[in-house]
């Protein structure tokens, strides 16, 4: 633990920046590297193509760049010396953090415990919970 990097998983939502904190402080506990991750679900199916007059392909597109937008945003309000690493990926993000999580260079995922509320919580798979059970390394859970 003390020599992997702090894996910060994000949707940019508030829950998620509470996180950051607590993976901040960690990453300075432990003096290693904090390592960002967001991951841009891959959109399916021919309904966004006719809703959106776009290709799914360049929707996901077009959310990658806001993404790294709003990762650049995050960046720069970061008041931080630690070393950091920011990852944008497609796919789903219970795979995506697994994946990174498990590679040799992750020493800890500090994850928020939702990011979505209402409906969408109760539709989607608690990510939270799938990695805090799938990543060989510890998991804080942040509420």
């Known amino acids: 633990m003390r020599k992997g990097q702090i894996l910060w998983p994000t949707d940019f939502s508030e829950t998620a920046a509470h996180a950051l904190s607590y993976a901040i402080e960690m990453a300075n506990l432990y003096n290693v590297g904090l390592k960002i991750l967001h991951v841009v679900e891959q959109p399916v199916g ?14 996901a597109k077009s959310m990658e760049d806001a993404a790294a937008n709003k990762m650049q945003a995050l960046l720069e309000r970061l008041k931080t010396d630690l070393p950091i690493t920011t990852l944008i990926r497609r796919g789903d993000p219970v795979d995506q953090i697994l994946e990174e999580a498990n590679s040799k260079d992750i020493g800890m995922v500090v994850i928020a415990s939702h990011g979505r509320s209402g409906l969408s919580h109760f539709l989607h798979t608690n990510v939270a919970e799938a990695v805090a059970n799938g990543a060989a390394c510890p998991v804080l859970v942040v509420k």
């Open 46 to 59: 021919d309904e966004n193509f006719l809703i959106l007059s776009i290709t799914p392909e360049e929707l």
